[in-house]
């Protein structure tokens, strides 16, 4: 006999008093700290990220845990193939939380939640209200958490209409381009030379309340999928177990 212990410890929720701490003492800056401030509003939007991706594994795990909790109450009689059914379960639930594990900000959300949802079509992400504003925040995260330089690029000639051709890209060149067209800001890094204004309190207080907001739209999903999912209406089960139990329960 073998006996496996796992255990689990979610980190999302002190990264998300640690971002209202650093708020906190923001309030405390004398007016012109530039560097203070800018320290702090970098490690806010960082550590929001952080929070972001914390807690959607954690909700990711859980509804994965549900699954196999329900699928893991079909009575198998025969031992062999409960054990073979078992296994088969044990299995699936490993290959999807090292799924879950390997993803990075927004990347394949989708299909993970297209995998695990027993809607037919799925719940989309992308539905989220600011769902461009989140995907910028993560670009950001990248640059940011790699310590990236900013740069811009701008090409002068005759031929261009307008005169000038935009260049730029990258994360920083993302957040700008997305907070123009937000009006949370109101030049460009290319024309003060200054990564300032992609750090301000208004930037960042916006990209942490759109954070907070899909945190809580991903929650909701993933209580509905729990609430509603259920495996007792599967005709398929009858030949496994011998016998089928009606759709009289909703987990």
Not at 8 to 32: A, D, K, M, N, T
Not at 139 to 154: P, W
Not at 184 to 201: A, M, P, Q
Request: hydrophobic share 40%; aromatic share 8%; with cysteine.
């Amino acid at each position: 006999m073998a006996l496996l212990q796992i255990v689990q410890c979610p980190i999302y929720s002190h990264l998300l008093r640690h971002v209202e701490f650093l708020r906190s003492q923001r309030r405390l800056l004398e007016r012109g700290d530039r560097d203070s401030r800018m320290g702090i509003n970098l490690s806010m939007i960082l550590t929001m990220a952080c929070c972001v991706e914390g807690k959607i594994e954690n909700d990711l795990r859980e509804l994965i845990q549900h699954r196999r909790a329900v699928l893991g109450e079909i009575e198998v009689k025969d031992f062999y193939q409960r054990r073979i059914y078992n296994t088969f379960l044990n299995n699936i639930q490993d290959y999807l939380n090292a799924h879950v594990a390997r993803i990075t900000g927004t990347d394949n959300l989708e299909a993970i939640i297209g995998l695990l949802s027993h809607k037919r079509p799925a719940p989309k992400l992308s539905h989220y209200p600011n769902w461009e504003g989140i995907r910028t925040l993560f670009k950001l995260r990248n640059v940011l958490a790699h310590g990236r330089e900013a740069s811009a690029r701008q090409l002068y000639a005759w031929w261009i209409d307008g005169g000038f051709q935009d260049q730029s890209k990258g994360g920083y060149h993302e957040a700008e381009q997305y907070l123009l067209k937000k009006g949370l800001l109101k030049k460009r890094f290319i024309e003060t030379g200054s990564v300032d204004h992609l750090f301000t309190n208004k930037v960042t207080d916006h990209f942490c309340g759109i954070a907070k907001g899909f945190i809580r739209f991903h929650s909701k999903i993933i209580k509905e999928e729990k609430k509603r999912f259920s495996i007792l209406d599967t005709a398929a089960l009858v030949g496994l177990t011998g016998q089928s139990r009606g759709p009289d329960s909703v987990l």
